[in-house]
């Protein structure tokens, strides 16, 4: 590894820039094969699509001089009673010098589903480049991100330059249909990450144009409300006022979860969520964020608040509400004079910390239950929760945050924006719970990439400078791992150091 002097590491930042700038488009035609592949996760017919990709991905890993390992990730089970295989999981190694730091990369290459007729300008697997956007189902979530790693450590290579950390990959192909087997996995593969030091997902994107680090996720509690009140559906001509509808007891349930202003109702909600500190309101003052920009995208008039801070903090910090449909009642097209029978209302609360999901569940429960019972009604209420997703916090001091900042400034010029993500993550938490690593992400899409959208794409430039972002994260990375460990033992700085000071 060349010496931390600062000639030698502006030389080497130049010639590793120079590289990927020249070979931009060797790249991007990298990233226009594998968006080819039609690797949806969610439709059985095109599996054998998803488990080519993983293959590929596995393929590609290894030309770069990585061992990989294909884990059986074990069969899924269809509504019709079929079983088909899960795709493999990869587990990939480069590098085990123990006086490195180690960073193990989390990525997926399965995609969301996409056809041209969803409202595609373009044909979602064949990427098409319009105005500096590279178009096609998976750009920025998630083969693009996964790729400017793979192009990072490749340019190292090209150049005959030594890679300054060791690096792991673990690669799943089913992130898009929610992950089945990766804890299992991690719980199975602690050997894998005993000497990982940090853990980086790229999965996500920043707030606006300019670059981000993100270090929270809101959690999920999804909640069921059913309400029967018969065996079968029945005529509102003949029956209608004389029964105690379900559809009437489910609506008035509905509406005393939360007000108009977004308040939840259910007492006790907000009891365990952490206070705001001042050292967290100073990182919403300089976030780059346009409250009119942000309306447009959305194609909203009005918000519920006023002040960028009020907006960011109950995007990310404060938990929300949301009403999201009934199951069971008619919502075709024209009329239908139905009473039905039995109705499922859908919920969900966003958890902040330090919300815990028993904690919630048996509030909401409680709650409902009350309401339910001042309707003096006969129907039967059934109250359960569907999904319990924790929410993830990451210490923004660690060395990792520390690296990724210095390499952002050194790629883009500008300090990056600390943000978190209104939306669950729950590989973050998943990861940080089970490793006892330290977590991080880092993201190179853009704000306006669209990932589970229509005409998704990720920006030529981007992809370019993400790629110019990894491979200077490994170098700054390097550089506070060895400070770190002079500092440990003094007796053990190293050469390296010695000869840049």
């Given at each position: 590894?060349?010496?931390?002097?600062?000639?030698?590491?502006?030389?080497?930042?130049?010639?590793?820039?120079?590289?990927?700038?020249?070979?931009?488009?060797?790249?991007v035609?990298n990233?226009?094969?594998?968006?080819?592949?039609?690797?949806?996760?969610s439709n059985?017919?095109?599996?054998?699509?998803?488990?080519?990709?993983?293959?590929?991905?596995?393929?590609?890993?290894?030309?770069?001089?990585?061992?990989?390992?294909?884990v059986?990730?074990?069969?899924?089970?269809?509504?019709?009673?079929?079983?088909?295989?899960?795709?493999?999981?990869?587990?990939?190694?480069?590098?085990?010098?123990?006086?490195?730091?180690?960073?193990?990369?989390?990525g997926?290459?399965?995609?969301?589903?996409?056809?041209?007729?969803?409202?595609?300008?373009?044909?979602?697997?064949?990427?098409?480049?319009?105005?500096?956007?590279l178009?096609?189902?998976?750009?920025?979530?998630?083969?693009?991100?996964?790729?400017?790693?793979?192009?990072?450590?490749?340019?190292?290579?090209?150049?005959k330059?030594d890679?300054?950390?060791?690096?792991?990959?673990?690669?799943?192909?089913?992130?898009?249909?929610g992950?089945?087997?990766?804890?299992?996995?991690?719980?199975?593969?602690?050997?894998?990450?005993?000497d990982?030091?940090?853990?980086?997902?790229?999965?996500?994107?920043?707030?606006?144009?300019k670059p981000?680090l993100?270090?929270?996720?809101?959690?999920?509690?999804?909640?069921?409300?059913?309400?029967?009140?018969?065996?079968?559906?029945?005529?509102?001509g003949?029956?209608g006022?004389?029964?105690?509808?379900?559809?009437?007891d489910?609506?008035?349930l509905?509406?005393?979860?939360?007000?108009?202003?977004?308040?939840?109702?259910?007492?006790?909600?907000?009891?365990?969520v952490?206070?705001?500190?001042?050292?967290?309101?100073?990182?919403?003052?300089?976030?780059?964020?346009d409250?009119?920009?942000?309306?447009?995208?959305?194609?909203?008039?009005?918000?519920?608040?006023?002040?960028?801070?009020?907006?960011l903090?109950?995007?990310?910090?404060?938990?929300?509400?949301?009403?999201?449909?009934?199951?069971?009642?008619?919502?075709?097209?024209?009329?239908?004079?139905?009473?039905p029978?039995?109705?499922?209302?859908?919920?969900s609360?966003?958890?902040?910390?330090?919300?815990?999901?028993?904690v919630?569940?048996?509030?909401?429960?409680?709650?409902?239950?009350?309401?339910?019972a001042?309707?003096?009604?006969?129907?039967?209420l059934?109250?359960?929760?569907?999904?319990?997703?924790?929410?993830w916090?990451a210490?923004?001091?660690?060395?990792?945050?520390?690296?990724?900042?210095?390499?952002?400034?050194?790629?883009?010029?500008?300090?990056?924006?600390?943000?978190?993500d209104?939306?669950?993550?729950?590989?973050?938490?998943?990861?940080?719970?089970?490793?006892?690593?330290s977590?991080?992400?880092?993201?190179?899409?853009?704000?306006?990439?669209?990932?589970?959208?229509?005409?998704?794409k990720?920006?030529?430039?981007?992809?370019?400078?993400g790629?110019?972002?990894?491979?200077?994260?490994?170098?700054?990375?390097?550089?506070?791992?060895?400070d770190?460990?002079?500092?440990s033992?003094?007796?053990?700085?190293?050469?390296?150091?010695l000869?840049g000071?």
């Amino acid at each position: 590894m060349l010496p931390f002097g600062t000639d030698a590491s502006e030389k080497l930042q130049e010639d590793l820039f120079t590289y990927i700038d020249t070979h931009q488009d060797e790249f991007v035609q990298n990233l226009k094969d594998w968006l080819a592949v039609p690797s949806d996760s969610s439709n059985p017919e095109l599996r054998g699509e998803v488990i080519r990709m993983m293959n590929i991905t596995a393929d590609r890993i290894r030309d770069l001089g990585a061992t990989v390992e294909l884990v059986d990730m074990g069969s899924e089970k269809l509504h019709d009673g079929q079983s088909i295989p899960f795709p493999p999981a990869i587990l990939a190694e480069l590098g085990n010098d123990t006086t490195k730091a180690t960073v193990c990369f989390y990525g997926h290459t399965d995609v969301q589903p996409a056809k041209k007729e969803d409202g595609w300008n373009t044909d979602p697997y064949t990427m098409t480049e319009i105005n500096g956007n590279l178009y096609g189902r998976g750009a920025t979530d998630n083969k693009g991100p996964v790729l400017a790693w793979i192009n990072a450590i490749d340019t190292y290579r090209a150049l005959k330059q030594d890679i300054p950390i060791n690096i792991k990959f673990i690669i799943e192909g089913v992130e898009e249909t929610g992950s089945p087997g990766l804890e299992d996995l991690i719980k199975k593969n602690s050997n894998f990450f005993a000497d990982v030091d940090y853990i980086v997902i790229s999965d996500n994107v920043w707030l606006s144009r300019k670059p981000a680090l993100t270090y929270g996720t809101r959690g999920n509690a999804y909640f069921f409300v059913e309400v029967e009140s018969g065996k079968k559906d029945l005529h509102s001509g003949t029956f209608g006022g004389i029964i105690h509808e379900a559809m009437r007891d489910l609506v008035y349930l509905l509406a005393n979860l939360v007000d108009s202003s977004g308040h939840i109702l259910i007492p006790g909600i907000y009891d365990d969520v952490a206070p705001l500190t001042e050292e967290e309101k100073r990182l919403y003052e300089n976030i780059d964020f346009d409250l009119e920009e942000h309306k447009n995208n959305t194609g909203v008039e009005t918000f519920l608040y006023s002040t960028k801070e009020e907006i960011l903090q109950h995007m990310w910090r404060f938990p929300s509400l949301t009403i999201h449909g009934i199951e069971g009642a008619f919502s075709g097209t024209g009329t239908k004079t139905v009473i039905p029978s039995k109705v499922i209302g859908k919920f969900s609360i966003r958890q902040v910390p330090n919300m815990q999901i028993p904690v919630v569940e048996k509030l909401v429960k409680k709650y409902l239950e009350e309401v339910f019972a001042k309707l003096h009604s006969p129907n039967k209420l059934t109250v359960s929760l569907e999904i319990g997703a924790m929410p993830w916090v990451a210490n923004v001091k660690d060395p990792q945050y520390e690296a990724a900042r210095s390499a952002i400034k050194k790629v883009f010029g500008v300090i990056p924006d600390m943000i978190r993500d209104g939306s669950t993550i729950p590989l973050a938490k998943i990861f940080q719970d089970l490793t006892k690593k330290s977590v991080m992400m880092l993201p190179i899409g853009g704000a306006d990439d669209g990932e589970h959208s229509q005409n998704e794409k990720i920006s030529r430039s981007n992809y370019i400078q993400g790629t110019k972002l990894f491979a200077t994260f490994f170098e700054e990375l390097s550089k506070l791992h060895e400070d770190l460990f002079a500092k440990s033992d003094p007796k053990k700085v190293k050469i390296s150091q010695l000869i840049g000071s």
